[in-house]
């Protein structure tokens, strides 16, 4: 258990809401274990946590077996232990792609010489489940990657159905899921559904600080990573490094090979617990998680913004992405919301990087109505937009007087 004195108190000073699709807010119990003294690493304290932890993360993506892998650094961390661990240069890999992430998993593959084919969803759409069970038939891959919540669009793909194709089609398949817009807002049953890797990263639905790469991987991907046949192209993701570490201090002993960044785990340890232990309980975080993404995108439609993904049910529930108005731009809504004390994000795809705005409402946001960031960030989207679009009408009035002015 945590080893932080329960008689401290801690308020978070005034600041900006974080609404965006992560990092997130954190509770103050969270900010609390991250300000306390570091601890040494092979301590029995710091080792108890660190154990914790694991476990912990297995009760989120509801796996029994599953391996987890908590090591310093980005979710992109994850892409580099997968491409490095699991896949053998000039092996195959299918990569589905629903945005910005998918070119990011992608690059990753190929820095490491895997052979990459892509199956892309139009914009705002999942991959067609029939083109990737005809892909399948087709050749044969290592692995299948998909993004569960692509973060610059929000579109969620259905990751059960995928898996269940995989299973069917090509079960030698590793099905890989990049989770670090999902793990604790969206439901994953990782054993159930047959998922071999989730990847996250600690900052978004977790509700930690950003710094923590966290991988889970099935008994399946790890007797693959242990009968692999080429080295690791890596040092720092190589599992031979972290598994003994891992499985060591899931033991309850410690051992080394990169320091952990303590005070980060405390926080995730603090976080987790809250998530796993305390009231609502995970499966009811889900629903709440989904209420609220209803209610988010419910009151945009009265504003008349329409959603990146076209359909509803292809939606993330822990963000929103929402096309602006003709003649309203991101850079034309961001730095209102901020003027008003919420931090929102723009745009993330090139071509329309700007026409749009991603909404982050994920982890204590969402979960504890009463401090009320739902109702904060909704009125001041009504606000920022109602003033935009005054500016945007006196802009285009006063185009019209100048051309009839001229003629």
Same mark, same amino acid.
């Given at each position: 258990?945590?080893?932080?004195?329960?008689?401290?108190?801690?308020?978070?000073?005034?600041?900006?809401?974080?609404?965006?699709?992560?990092?997130?807010?954190?509770?103050?119990?969270?900010?609390?274990?991250?300000?306390?003294?570091?601890?040494?690493?092979?301590?029995?304290?710091?080792?108890?946590?660190?154990?914790?932890?694991?476990?912990?993360?297995?009760?989120?993506?509801?796996?029994?077996?599953?391996?987890?892998?908590?090591?310093?650094?980005?979710?992109?961390?994850?892409?580099?232990?997968?491409?490095?661990?699991?896949?053998?240069?000039?092996?195959?890999?299918?990569?589905?792609?629903?945005?910005?992430?998918?070119?990011?998993?992608?690059?990753?593959?190929?820095?490491?010489?895997?052979?990459?084919?892509?199956?892309?969803?139009?914009?705002?759409?999942?991959?067609?489940?029939?083109?990737?069970?005809?892909?399948?038939?087709?050749?044969?891959?290592?692995?299948?990657?998909?993004?569960?919540?692509?973060?610059?669009?929000?579109?969620?793909?259905?990751?059960?159905?995928?898996?269940?194709?995989?299973?069917?089609?090509?079960?030698?398949?590793?099905?890989?899921?990049?989770?670090?817009?999902?793990?604790?807002?969206?439901?994953?049953?990782?054993?159930?559904?047959?998922?071999?890797?989730?990847?996250?990263?600690?900052?978004k639905g977790l509700g930690a600080p950003p710094g923590l790469s966290i991988?889970?991987?099935?008994?399946?991907?790890?007797?693959?990573?242990?009968?692999?046949?080429?080295?690791?192209?890596?040092?720092?993701?190589?599992?031979?490094?972290?598994?003994?570490?891992?499985?060591?201090?899931?033991?309850?002993?410690?051992?080394?090979?990169?320091?952990?960044?303590?005070?980060?785990?405390?926080?995730?340890?603090?976080?987790?617990?809250?998530?796993?232990?305390?009231?609502?309980?995970?499966?009811?975080?889900?629903?709440?998680?989904?209420?609220? %993404?209803?209610?988010?995108?419910?009151?945009?439609?009265?504003?008349?913004?329409?959603?990146?993904?076209?359909?509803?049910?292809?939606?993330?529930?822990?963000?929103?992405?929402?096309?602006?108005?003709?003649?309203?731009?991101?850079?034309?809504?961001?730095?209102?919301?901020?003027?008003?004390?919420?931090?929102?994000?723009?745009?993330?795809?090139?071509?329309?990087?700007?026409?749009?705005?991603?909404?982050?409402?994920?982890?204590?946001?969402?979960?504890?109505?009463?401090?009320?960031?739902?109702?904060?960030?909704?009125?001041?989207?009504?606000?920022?937009?109602?003033?935009?679009?005054?500016?945007?009408?006196?802009?285009? %009035?006063?185009?019209?007087?100048?051309?009839?002015?001229?003629?």
């Open positions: 258990m945590s080893s932080l004195p329960k008689d401290q108190t801690y308020m978070q000073p005034t600041h900006k809401l974080l609404a965006i699709p992560g990092p997130i807010e954190v509770t103050d119990e969270v900010l609390r274990a991250v300000a306390q003294p570091p601890v040494s690493h092979v301590s029995p304290q710091f080792v108890g946590v660190f154990r914790d932890c694991l476990n912990m993360t297995r009760q989120v993506v509801d796996t029994r077996t599953g391996q987890p892998f908590i090591i310093a650094g980005s979710g992109t961390l994850g892409w580099d232990q997968v491409a490095s661990n699991l896949v053998e240069p000039g092996e195959s890999v299918l990569v589905l792609h629903t945005g910005y992430f998918g070119d990011g998993f992608k690059d990753c593959l190929r820095t490491y010489g895997a052979q990459v084919d892509e199956l892309r969803g139009e914009l705002g759409v999942p991959v067609n489940l029939h083109a990737i069970e005809k892909a399948l038939k087709t050749k044969k891959y290592k692995a299948i990657t998909v993004t569960h919540v692509d973060t610059s669009t929000g579109v969620l793909s259905n990751v059960k159905a995928i898996a269940h194709i995989v299973r069917q089609v090509s079960p030698e398949t590793l099905v890989v899921l990049d989770g670090v817009c999902s793990v604790a807002s969206e439901e994953i049953r990782m054993d159930a559904w047959g998922i071999d890797v989730v990847l996250t990263a600690s900052q991988l889970i991987a099935s008994q399946r991907a790890i007797k693959t990573f242990e009968t692999r046949v080429a080295p690791v192209p890596s040092y720092y993701s190589n599992w031979k490094k972290w598994l003994p570490i891992m499985r060591a201090y899931g033991n309850n002993t410690p051992a080394y090979f990169g320091t952990p960044p303590v005070n980060l785990i405390q926080a995730y340890h603090a976080s987790l617990t809250q998530i796993t232990t305390s009231s609502p309980s995970l499966q009811e975080r889900f629903r709440i998680h989904q209420q609220v %993404s209803q209610r988010v995108k419910a009151i945009a439609s009265q504003l008349g913004l329409k959603q990146v993904p076209k359909d509803s049910a292809n939606a993330a529930n822990g963000m929103t992405a929402l096309y602006l108005p003709d003649g309203i731009a991101a850079s034309d809504i961001v730095p209102r919301l901020a003027a008003k004390g919420v931090v929102i994000a723009g745009g993330l795809l090139g071509d329309i990087k700007n026409k749009y705005i991603r909404i982050g409402h994920m982890g204590t946001s969402a979960v504890n109505a009463e401090r009320g960031d739902i109702e904060t960030i909704t009125n001041c989207l009504q606000e920022s937009l109602e003033e935009a679009k005054a500016e945007r009408d006196a802009r285009l %009035s006063s185009a019209k007087v100048s051309v009839v002015t001229e003629v």
